[in-house]
């Protein structure tokens, strides 16, 4: 838990409270008191708006005396998660909501939705291209993740061959072998997009229409800043194919126990941890 220092300098009563109604959390501070309470980091990522708004005082008509306005911070120790207080983040990265009311237990399920606020963080996604010797077709990726963990993963074109373009990924590695003759970024990009592990590494687009008819040397992408992130369903990992400031797509796993019940869908963005619950049918 994280405490939260409210002041007011204003001629009136300040009310804070979760705007979305997700908890009972209300802080009410007179004119003149300064007021802390215990306050979560989702609940902090709600009402960030509103404090920052208070922050910019409200004047009678004369423009002498504050009427609205606050000063606040979040006070914390060594023990709890400090992140967001040096990077500016007042408010850390919170699920709001999962989009299906429920699912099978025994199949699982694709492309499931969570959506939140500020899921990214500070995060950056590490990014790349790689062009072919004459510099007429380029293809742009950029890492499905952020974070530093996708640094190096990287794609080489190979000799072109055979009749159809085909994608191989070995780890973090991708090697797309164009078709005989050679083939257009555009088609190139396709094929890697469409492909079910390489998709979960990098998503390409078009930087310079063009074809690739020669081998091109593997090109590692880079630039992504963060820890990473990574979801759970009741302890199980959960694939995710994409992740945005407000909303993650994810496969669910199969084989969650306990029918009838709810369970935690845990995101892990660095050391913040945000929780929503989700109920398991039969």
Known sequence: MLKLQVQNIGLATVVIKDP???SNFVMEIPTG???TQLITNDVLQRIESALKAYETPVMDSLGTTVVVGVRWTVLTDATLDTRGMPEGLAGLPSLNEFQAAS???SAGATDAVATGTGLLGNQVAATGSIQNAAATAKINLAATLP???SNGISLAIATPAGGATVVAVVGSAIT???LAGGDTAANIIGVINADASAKLLVQATVGTAGSFTAAVAAVKIAGGKGPGVS???DGTACVLSEVTNTQLTFDIPTGISAASRI???E??????VSRVSVPVVA
Do not use: C
Not at 267 to 272: A, D, I, K, L, S
């Open 20 to 22: 979305e109604g997700y």
């Open 33 to 35: 008191e300064t007021k």
């Open 103 to 105: 699912y099978d237990n």
């Open 147 to 149: 974070g530093a963990p």
């Open 176 to 178: 797309v072998t164009p």
């Open 231 to 233: 979801l759970s369903l």
């Open 263 to 265: 369970v935690p869908l």
């Open 267 to 272: 995101y892990r963005n660095g050391p913040h």
